[in-house]
């Protein structure tokens, strides 16, 4: 009787002791309501979170337990968790973690953490050069010898470290918990995870990381991280909308009578449609009907002016392995007709293979997100993914090109100093511009030397002169730019300046006063030798701009402002004052 009761109170000792284990569901959770009894699909290399969680080699600690205050030395770590969500439904979705030390704190080539003696500060008073030096923790042996007959090296559930060539450089464990299952591994200061998202759920879901490291006899928490990551069964997808002269692609308003380029971008990071085949059918929204195409880039001209609906609609096919075909059972019919019915349905299942398509699962919001899997004409299967892209663009009247038409010197007295000045008439097609941008740089039009910006007004007709200083002869490379809220046009030039700055310009001066009494032979000269004596020789960069600029000559030009004066600019829209470049 005595012995009943022993055996009665060791069977309640033991579970008791059983129900006050932890569990890693009760760990993991961190806070979180585990309670309620979850079922979920297995998850390829994960345990489920009813296992044992060994809470002697592996202490849990609360959120606000003062023992997570000097679990590291020199202040705190933090885990950043990141993933490469959304993911596709079958496709692979991956979390990496970082750990971030303290400051002054690095890991070596050992993975031992070390002070970082080029960072100083007031309180930078490294007494050793070690902040954990796990190389002299570990004992000189190999593995057979380190680990046969020590329980140090064991996962929370038990399972030994997995031999890896750099075991002694693991000195983190990681412990990645998310749909009732678990992972864990080793590392040093960052550790990367993949999972495949068939068996996931679809929507919003958590994982949760928790980071130990080694210690003299257990392992110490060191810190948690949680992120949310998502699985759908729509092609995760964006559109990139460019155009030129567009001022601002991100405010969805682009210029008529322009090409709009729509470039999609598909997110597939595990290049799990790398095999499929991809077809996108646009819907522009001006009426002009579905373009289905099978590159991902397109372009549109929208010819009137509106708001419009862009739509797209992209397919994947992609191959999967095919699942046995189920027999369909012989529908109830006569005993006189059993042996005409078998015969045709066995020829039928000889001519042709019913397509085999899977049950939707209960929470997909819409019918075009259903996999379907069909056979295929070389004797494989596949199944369809769907994506959706849709947008609101206006269509507005825009600045669509410019032009340079003239460049002219600007004769300057002596109190305007020895900088030479060229007066730009520029031209534009479109809308009127409100402001308008030099950018004056070296040949190669990369080093930008001088800008000026200034609003201009331009009321019915786009033609203004645009004056700029040179202080220096050379070669320059002159951009301008004509733009209004939504739109901007560019317009570029070479323009070289020969000459020591005040001596040309005094010659030029001359050569106007002699050219009012021997006119005859001052046009005569021009003629033949402009190309060879000229003080501003612009640079042709295109056959656009040698027909722009042919005759314009600087030394021509002012020679002809003296002779007919009533066709020189004499009240230029946009002035600025000499400036030094």
Known sequence: MKGLCLLGVLLLAEGVLHAAAKQFRDVMSHGRSSSHVR?????????????????????????????????????????????????????????????????????DNDSNIVYDRI?????????????????????????????????????????????????????????????????QKTGGSSAIVSINTTNITLGKQMMVVSVYRRGHRTYVPVATASGIYVVTDQIPLYVNLSQKNDRNASDSVFIKDSPITFDVKIHDPSHYLNNSAISYEWDYGDGSGSFISNSPISTHTYTLQ????????????????????????????????????????????????????????????????????????????????????KTTISIVEGILQVNVIQMTSVQMTVAQGENSLVDFVVTCQGSLPTDACTIVS?????????????????????????????????????????????????????????????S????????????????????????????????????????EQVENREGLNVYFNNVKAVLFPGNNERDPLLKTKPGIV
Request: aromatic fraction near 10%; charge should be negative; charged fraction near 20%.
């Open 39 to 107: 079922s979920h699909k297995k998850l390829h290399g994960w345990s489920p979170d009813q296992n044992q969680w060994n809470e002697k080699l592996y202490p849990f600690w609360e959120k606000g337990d003062p023992r997570w205050n000097d679990c590291w030395r020199g202040g705190k770590v933090v885990a950043r968790l990141t993933s490469d969500s959304p993911a596709l439904v079958g496709s692979n979705v991956t979390f990496a973690v970082n750990l971030q030390f303290p400051r002054c704190q690095k890991e």
């Open 119 to 183: 960072c100083r500060n007031d309180s930078s008073d490294f007494s050793d050069e070690y902040v954990y030096n796990w190389t002299e923790w570990i004992d000189d042996c190999g593995w057979e010898i380190c680990t046969s007959n020590n329980t140090h090296n064991v996962f929370p559930d038990g399972r030994p470290f997995p031999h890896h060539p750099g075991w002694r450089r693991r000195n983190f464990v990681y412990l990645f918990h998310t749909a009732g299952q678990y992972y």
């Open 306 to 389: 509106g708001n419009f609906s862009l739509n797209l609609t992209v397919q994947a096919t992609i191959p999967v392995p095919c699942e046995p075909a189920t027999p369909t059972p012989p529908l109830p019919t006569s005993p006189g007709a059993t042996t005409q019915n078998s015969t045709s349905t066995a020829n039928k299942t000889e001519l042709t293979t019913p397509a085999i398509t899977t049950k939707p699962p209960s929470n997909l919001d819409s019918p075009t997100s259903t996999g379907v899997m069909e056979d295929t004409p070389d004797g494989g299967c596949h199944i369809y993914r769907y994506g959706h892209y």
């Open 442 to 502: 070296d040949p190669t039009c990369q080093v930008s030397q001088n800008v000026v910006c200034d609003p201009v007004e331009v009321t019915d007709q786009c033609l203004l002169t645009i004056r700029r200083a040179f202080n220096e002869p050379g070669t320059y490379c002159v951009n301008i730019t004509l733009g209004d809220d939504t739109s901007q046009a560019l317009a570029s030039a070479l323009i070289s300046v020969n000459g020591a700055p005040g």
């Open 504 to 543: 040309s310009s005094r010659t030029v001066e001359g050569v106007l006063i002699t050219s009012g009494f021997l006119v005859a032979f001052l046009i005569f000269v021009t003629l033949l030798l402009h190309k060879r004596y000229k003080e501003y020789k612009p640079i042709e960069r295109s056959a």
